[in-house]
């Protein structure tokens, strides 16, 4: 094509063929031109408005925080510099606002954790003073741990916030065991000085038992290798390190303390601070006289102490074992967030599919609950992150208000929406709501292998049926979805070879017709343009527009595609998937109301019942 051609008028006009007697061809007698868009393939929306939707993610090395934030900020600029164009943007999903709103919870725990120990402490020791001593251990012990976590690279996430929450009492421990044993020797008629050096000599060893058990604890944890490990790892070695300070804090800056501003409190019953106090003391000394009688009749009667204790753990461990206590990796959680995948018939067109989705996505928006409800038609997001081309299906990620402006779970509302969903003929729909990982895989995971792909699917057929008929067990599905219809042609080498063409000559005859070429190019106004040549759709709407479809061969002449293939409809799967070199199928589910490990149980007891029962079959 001319690429120097101005505009449509031109384009239409331009001449194909022209013969000795001056007679023209127009490329307007023999097609259509029109000036029109690319046929899309997919089809965004957020909140029913129709846009442009970009997927980021983030490299492995990299902050989802900061990332989010750098993105934010990018966008922001990039809306400032084209006011003029109207141009805005909406996000439909964040990953990272769920790990701020985790970090943010756990700080605030962890504030309100020292605001209580502090509350404690000064009630239990009777001065603000010895309070306070006790109470600066947390910060000197704590400033350290954020030191060593930059040398080794860590980062405040939920993790490592979460270790810091949970060693907020364990890191006063050593400290109020050196005040109490200081105090207890200034009791004895000695100075500050004194009695903190030997107060703090004589209870060291304690103090370190004290810490070192912790120390032992979450060592080995942080040496955990796979997932478990990487998830532990900083948890475990930000309590040891704060642990350790908690230690060296309590036998420097607690004992200088003491021997610079230690007094010994006494209460007087005729002040409202006194009075309190010693109700509190005669309370626990009344609980300290009960644990006396309790631990004298324990320790005469040692014969039943020993029975009833190893009844006691035998009970506990067979909780688990019968089942009362289930198993699972991490707790389903609430996030607010649900992924919905629509399936239409695989020879459903997108416009089609995009009816039915907008469809649900209205139904999803006319409910209170609702916050952003993003759209993809035509694209469907992988495990691996990816997006797949399939007209014939839909993505749609809806986020939900907070929880505490809606009055059922993100599951209840699922459930809700499903029982509409049922409704819609001719439709199949997959809906998950997100994990607290992040995630929307299905926690159930079965793979059926088998030689025989006939077979394959009739084995896969058993354990769907046994998952839906497990309590417990939701969104049934197989990892692939059933065969659907295609042409395949195969050509005739010989006849091909016989008419002097090609195999790729006839490959690109076939492309062109249907797919269509796209080589020339159509300039306006210095903006380059497409030129999209293929067949009209009448042309090409079945088996038989393919049949029909013209091969020019090198001689001119014109010929059939049946002439030299054979076309046909057949079954095709979707995707094969081989596990260990083996034909292989997964049958997926996903837990609700139940833990999953609970679940699993009973579906092995279930799927060796059926084993035995075919075996049994054999045998006889």
């Known amino acids: 094509m001319d690429a120097k051609l101005t505009n449509v008028a031109e384009l239409r006009n331009l001449i194909i063929r022209e013969n000795k007697m001056g007679s023209k061809i127009l490329l307007s007698d023999i097609a259509t031109v029109s000036d029109g868009t690319i046929e899309p393939t997919t089809i965004n929306r957020i909140n029913g408005k129709v846009g442009l939707g ?30 003029d164009l109207e141009l805005n943007y909406e996000i439909a999903v964040d990953q990272s606002k769920y790990t701020l709103e985790a970090a943010t919870s ?44 930059y040398l080794m690279g860590f980062s405040l996430n939920l993790m490592t916030l979460l270790a810091l929450s949970l060693v907020v009492g364990i890191l006063v421990d050593d400290s109020i065991v050196i005040l109490e044993n200081v ?29 070192l058990v912790d120390v032992v604890v979450f060592v080995p944890l942080a040496m955990a290798g796979g997932l478990i490990g990487n998830i532990l790892r900083e948890f475990s070695l930000v309590v040891v390190f704060s642990t350790l300070m908690s230690l060296l804090v309590s036998f420097t800056l607690t004992p200088l303390l003491t021997s610079r501003w230690g007094k010994l409190e006494h209460l007087d019953e005729n002040t409202l601070w006194g009075n309190i106090n010693l109700k509190l003391d005669k309370f626990i000394d009344g609980i300290i006289s009960k644990y006396t009688s309790a631990l004298s009749w324990a320790l ?3 014969r039943y102490v020993v029975i009833g204790v190893i ?29 919905l995948i629509v399936e239409l018939e695989p020879q459903a067109t997108l416009y089609q599919t995009n ?84 995630n929307n895989q299905s926690q159930i995971q079965i793979v059926v292998m088998n030689t025989d792909k006939d077979e394959l699917w009739k084995a896969a057929k058993i354990i769907h049926d046994i998952l839906k008929k497990t309590p417990g067990t939701d969104y049934v599905e197989y990892s692939s979805k059933a065969s659907k219809k295609e042409v395949q042609i195969t050509l005739n080498r010989d006849k091909i070879a016989k008419l002097g063409l090609s195999i790729p000559m006839v490959g690109n005859a ?111």
Do not use: W
């Open 54 to 83: 970009v997927e980021i993610n983030k490299q492995t090395d990299a902050n989802a925080v900061e990332v989010s934030k750098l993105v934010k900020e990018k966008l922001d600029t990039l809306v400032s510099q084209y006011t």
């Open 106 to 149: 756990v700080q605030h725990d962890l504030m309100l954790a020292i605001v209580i120990v502090a509350i404690v402490m000064l009630f239990f020791l009777h001065s603000f003073r010895s309070s306070f001593f006790v109470l600066v251990a947390l910060p000197s012990a704590m400033i350290p741990t954020f030191m060593m976590m």
């Open 183 to 211: 105090y207890r020797h200034m009791e004895m008629g000695k100075d500050k000085l004194k009695a903190s050096i030997e107060g703090r000599a004589e209870i060291g060893f304690t103090a370190l038992a004290i810490t």
């Open 300 to 302: 005469s009667h040692k």
């Open 311 to 339: 009844l006691l753990f035998a009970g506990v461990f067979s909780l688990a074992g019968l089942g009362f206590i289930g198993s699972s990796f991490a707790g389903n959680g609430d996030r607010g967030e649900f992924n």
């Open 355 to 438: 009816k039915i989705a907008k469809k649900m996505e209205d139904i999803i928006l006319s409910y209170p609950e609702t916050d952003k409800v993003f759209t993809k038609v035509g694209a469907v997001g992988t495990m691996m992150g990816e997006n797949v081309s399939t007209p014939n299906q839909a993505d749609i990620t809806a986020s939900l208000v907070d929880k505490k402006e809606r009055t059922m779970s993100t599951e209840e509302f699922c459930t809700m929406l499903r029982n509409r969903f049922d409704s819609i003929p001719g439709v199949k729909f997959s809906m998950k709501p997100t994990q607290i990982t992040g």
């Open 510 to 620: 076939v492309q062109l017709a249907f797919r269509g070429s796209d080589q020339s190019k159509f300039k306006e106004d210095g903006e380059e343009y497409d030129i999209n040549v293929m067949y009209d759709k009448s042309d090409k709407k079945d088996i038989y527009s393919i049949i029909n479809t013209t091969i020019q061969t090198p001689n001119g002449a014109i010929i059939k595609l049946g002439d030299v293939a054979d076309v046909k409809e057949a079954d095709t799967q979707e995707k094969l998937e081989r596990y260990n070199r083996l034909n292989s199928l997964q049958v997926l589910a996903s837990t609700v109301g139940r833990p999953t490990g609970s679940v699993m149980v009973d579906v092995k007891k279930k799927l060796k019942k059926l084993i035995s029962q075919q075996e049994q079959k054999l045998i006889t």
